[in-house]
T-cell receptor, first 117, second 115 residues
């Protein structure tokens, strides 16, 4: 079974631009979560999508948004980029715990390294 | 609120020696606990989880973790460390309430295994 894939792997943008990152979950996984990883803040939860609906949201400004498609693929968008948005953005997928025991671990993609200059 | 603490930023151990990476947690309700490992420029890889049952959980690559409810700890262990185990390790707890699939991660512990 193919793992979680993320595109692009690396991205360089300038302040004020916007960016869209893509994530394809493991086949059969309908829950997709996004995280921002930085050396100073560690792993921070951005949001989680299930069945094309945002189910959970972390404490990030409205410039960060996302969506999920009917095939469970997900995108996240960051508008009006700031220098502080430079980070590794990780996507993770899992089976839906509401359909059974809440024991499902998340599987992570390799991440997209975003650099804002 | 759920939270996870990894008190050590870095752990150094010699190859062949046992290793322990510490994790403590705070949850309301039943704890669902996980360990992940991250190699440079890679995503996180799942190692093991505790949901219920035996307090000693075995996972990938010879790692195991001990769940201790009274001490609210979930320490990662390995009897004999390898140089290739050098990586960043994260402990995580999953929200067991209505916010399904919201994971809280510790700050990470860098494991250095020296030959």
């Amino acid at each position: 079974k193919a793992g979680v894939t993320q595109t692009p792997r690396y991205l360089i943008k300038t302040r004020g631009q916007q960016v869209t990152l893509s994530c394809s979950p493991i086949s059969g996984h309908r829950s997709v979560s996004w995280y921002q990883q930085t050396p100073g803040q560690g792993l921070q939860f951005l949001f989680e999508y299930f069945s094309e609906t945002q189910r959970n949201k972390g404490n990030f400004p409205g410039r960060f948004s996302g969506r999920q498609f009917s095939n469970s693929r997900s995108e996240m968008n960051v508008s009006t980029l700031e220098l502080g948005d430079s980070a590794l953005y990780l996507c993770a997928s899992s089976l839906d715990p509401t359909s059974g025991a809440p024991s499902y671990e998340q599987y992570f993609g390799p991440g997209t390294r975003l650099t804002v200059t | 609120a759920q939270s996870v603490a990894q008190p050590e930023d870095q752990v150094n151990v010699a190859e062949g020696n046992p290793l322990t990476v510490k994790c403590t947690y705070s949850v309301s309700g039943n704890p669902y606990l996980f360990w992940y490992v991250q190699y440079p420029n890679r995503g996180l890889q799942f190692l093991l989880k505790y949901i219920t049952g035996d307090n000693l959980v075995k996972g990938s690559y010879g790692f195991e973790a001990e769940f201790n409810k009274s001490q609210t700890s979930f320490h990662l262990k390995k009897p004999s460390a390898l140089v290739s185990d050098s990586a960043l390790y994260f402990c995580a707890v999953r929200d067991g309430g209505n916010n399904f699939n919201k994971f809280y991660f510790g700050s990470g512990t860098k494991l250095n295994v020296k030959p």
